[in-house]
Nanobody, 115 residues
Framework: QLQLVESGGGLVQPGGSLKLSCAVSGAIAGLYFMGWYRQAPGKQRELVATITVGGTTRYADSMKGRFTISRDNAKNTVFLQMNSLKSEDTAVYYC?????????WGQGTQVTVSS
């Protein structure tokens, strides 16, 4: 059974950085299309970034140039480096693993950007 565990969230000041990790267990992460999503209070869950099995990345427009998604298949882990954080980046960040029609979600990690 594939499980995803996110970590690395926390409180950071505007302009600061955080690096989120998504540890995959029960499966080979390298076989999965991986993504980060986020959900702010009162809003729908939205795409942050995705990375294919081959390493091709895609970002939501508001994250381009500030966020970087990467994967370390040897560690079975996907990362999200977030720089130049803004108050509007405050949300619960979720990791998703997708293969075919099967989607798996982690429990999320809270990111709060505030002075």
């Amino acid at each position: 059974q594939l499980q995803l565990v996110e970590s690395g969230g926390g409180l950071v000041q505007p302009g600061g950085s955080l690096k989120l990790s998504c540890a995959v267990s029960g499966a080979i992460a390298g076989l999965y299309f991986m993504g980060w999503y986020r959900q702010a209070p009162g809003k729908q869950r939205e795409l942050v970034a995705t990375i294919t099995v081959g390493g091709t990345t895609r970002y939501a427009d508001s994250m381009k140039g500030r966020f970087t998604i990467s994967r370390d298949n040897a560690k079975n882990t996907v990362f999200l480096q977030m720089n130049s954080l803004k108050s509007e980046d405050t949300a619960v960040y979720y990791c998703k693993a997708q293969r075919g029609l099967n989607n798996h979600w982690g429990q999320g990690t809270q990111v709060t950007v505030s002075s």
